[in-house]
């Protein structure tokens, strides 16, 4: 038996929220947060996303068994009760659409702050996203 813990991804994430310092986007958490571009620290709360997390419903990896996680952060562990199977409900992984300026193909990637270059895979054609 393997001593790793298994993880299954949230389906629940934070909105994406903008420095107030320099506009560009924050990382997707909530609580104490600091810029990437400007190194500005913020305080990140949003009762919603909260309230979600506690309401939140996963299946245990193991057994059949549905669970409520009852907890207010991502990352965290959870023990199933049905089968005592420990795991982990991680960060939900956020991802945009960006279209490609020369043949407009639509790319899926995870938004992060300040000025990211990207090669579109269709035409080869290199361009600049900032978040």
Known sequence: MSDEIQE???KVGPPTVQCPNCDSMLPHELG???CSV???VSRIEHKPTRESWMDEKVSCPNCPKILRVGVDERPCALRCSSCATVFKVTEKVIKVEVSCPS???Q???RPRPGKRSLS???CSESFHVTF
Do not use: Q, Y
């Open 38 to 40: 400007c190194s500005a």
């Open 120 to 122: 579109c895979p269709a």
């Open 103 to 105: 043949c407009e193909r």
């Open 32 to 34: 104490e947060i600091t």
């Open 8 to 10: 299954i991804e949230s």
């Open 107 to 109: 790319l899926r990637i």
